[in-house]
């Protein structure tokens, strides 16, 4: 088989002149319709990009939660001031402290009235709980109160030459300067005199009963006499009054110390106005002490020595 040849006999060789021409670079008959920008570049420096920011920071509100709190602490501190209005102050302060609290941890400005109205939340609780027990103790002296205590010692026996001088400046009715006996003692609800004492009353405590314990070795049983009336309204019991006795080394002795029963015991006898009750009370006193009676008209009233 033979190789077919062109046309016309020969081979056909290529134009030289048209070999030589340059070809032209391919070009694009539909020109672009748009520029294709790289909008995440930055800008070159000094030029401001155009169009708004790509990712705005969000704008932070104002902390309500914070402004709730501290009018709450407010009003809260200014109802724990009254005393007739404490229990709103109470109720409203703790929930002042619980949104104040939780006012810190969220986002939003104004939390200063969240950290002024935590404080304010503990102070008023703290001021809250002193005009408490400041009203406590004043329905306290209200109710068991005697006023003041008052002596007058004009009824009282003078002293003798031979009596120990009290102490320069010393109160009357103090440790220091007891008063004498007879002398009356006074509040608004009671008055007090001590009729007489005994520093020897071991045979009155014996025949009084027969089931009263004799004094034990290196002691001895003395014996107070006094009448309490009642001044205030309404009634009270006589054992409202305290009548005990301080030794000199400055123990104090009850009359229930030594359980002893006598035919005029002062017990629980109530007296209505203008009432007075006369009774006695005997105390187990170690031998060798003196002792200072020391009366109290009233459950909280101030206290009156008397000298036996």
Not at 26 to 37: E, G, I, K, R, V
Request: net charge negative; aromatic share 8%.
């Amino acid at each position: 088989m033979t190789t077919s040849e062109p046309l016309g006999g020969g081979s056909q060789q290529p134009d030289p002149a048209y070999a030589q021409q340059p070809t032209a670079p391919h070009t694009n008959p539909y020109p672009p319709t748009a520029q294709y920008t790289d909008t995440t570049a930055p800008p070159p420096y000094g030029q401001q990009p155009y169009g708004p920011p790509q990712n705005p920071e969000p704008k932070q509100g104002r902390n309500v939660l914070a402004l709730i709190a501290f009018i709450t602490s407010v009003v809260g501190f200014i109802f724990a001031c009254i005393p007739g209005a404490l229990i709103v102050g109470w109720v409203l302060l703790p929930i002042a402290f619980i949104l104040a609290i939780v006012s810190l941890f969220l986002k939003g400005s104004g939390k200063a009235f969240g950290i002024t109205g935590l404080i304010l939340s503990v102070i008023g609780t703290i001021v809250g709980v002193v005009v408490f027990f400041a009203v406590i103790a004043t329905s306290f002296d209200d109710a068991f109160g005697s006023g003041p205590t008052k002596i007058d010692t004009s009824s009282a026996p003078e002293e003798s030459a031979d009596a120990p001088a009290a102490e320069p400046d010393a109160a009357e009715g103090t440790r220091e300067n007891p008063v004498a006996i007879g002398a009356t003692i006074s509040s608004d609800d009671w008055t007090v005199v001590v009729n007489s004492y005994s520093t020897d009353a071991n045979a009155a405590v014996a025949a009084a009963n027969s089931f009263n314990e004799a004094a034990p070795a290196g002691s001895h049983y003395e014996m107070i006499n006094y009448t309490v009336t009642y001044n205030g309204a309404d009634s009270a019991i006589a054992a409202l009054v305290g009548v005990d006795v301080v030794t000199s080394s400055g123990n104090v002795i009850n009359s229930f110390d030594n359980f002893v029963v006598l035919g005029d015991s002062m017990g629980l006898d109530e007296l209505f106005t203008g009432a007075s009750a006369t009774g006695s009370a005997a105390f187990l006193v170690p031998d060798g002490e003196t002792v200072l009676i020391r009366v109290r008209p009233g459950m909280v009233a101030d206290e009156v020595f008397v000298k036996p």
